[in-house]
């Protein structure tokens, strides 16, 4: 009887456990995607505010916001890239890392970027511009060049499966055209070739119903 009584013990503090450590799944799951929303909204909002910047602002400080939202729109729009492809295609585990690297260099002169968007001295924002310039460039260059590569990559995995289709198609409708008629041999007629048989009437439109008998 104790025997019983411990079983049934563990099993329902084994029961408690998985409820807590399901709980505790979905609480964390919940959390990371409250965070998910937070941080695109933060980003919309800091996009549509240095975009602003860009047409509103003149001289440098329109220039490093315009530098700003160039770098960043390059870089989200590789990660979704790389993130997407990735999915079905394991190669690109190395471009992804290769990404990640990039990203680094991306965020350290988003920093600088916007170090020198709130620095009074304008003489000396006027200096460090062109450098900025060049980074940006370069890093967005490498993004968009990672980028293009991916969705020529995608594309021709797409053409290539849609030719292998095709040339499989032809040699079905070939196969489907030769026939060789029944009595073929010398001193016989040909017979009259059976139609093929017409597709069930079932898949194209619903059956009557059989009428109740009394």
Do not use: C, N
């Amino acid at each position: 009887m104790e025997a019983v009584i411990a079983v049934f013990a563990l099993l329902f503090l084994l029961f408690i456990g998985l409820g807590v450590y399901a709980t505790v799944k979905a609480v964390g799951a919940a959390k990371r995607g409250v965070d998910r929303r937070i941080e695109q909204a933060r980003r919309a909002v800091e996009d549509h505010t240095l975009r602003a910047k860009s047409f509103v602002q003149v001289g440098p400080a329109a220039e490093i916001a315009h530098l700003r939202l160039s770098l960043r729109t390059s870089m989200r729009a590789t990660q979704d890239a790389l993130h997407a492809g990735a999915a079905e295609d394991e190669s690109l585990k190395e471009s992804l890392g290769l990404f990640e690297r990039l990203s680094a260099h991306g965020h350290e002169l988003d920093a600088d970027l916007r170090r020198l968007e709130s620095e009074p001295d304008r003489t000396e924002v006027t200096a460090r511009l062109p450098e900025l310039r060049g980074r940006t460039e370069r890093i967005t260059k490498s993004a968009d060049s990672l980028r293009w590569a991916v969705r020529d990559r995608a594309r021709r995995f797409v053409d290539d499966d849609l030719g292998a289709l095709s040339d499989q198609i032809d040699i079905e409708a070939d196969a489907l055209r030769h026939w060789t008629p029944a009595g073929s041999a010398e001193g016989q007629q040909p017979e009259a070739i059976a139609p093929s048989s017409p597709r069930p009437a079932h898949l194209w439109q619903k059956r009557p119903r059989p009428e109740s008998t009394t």
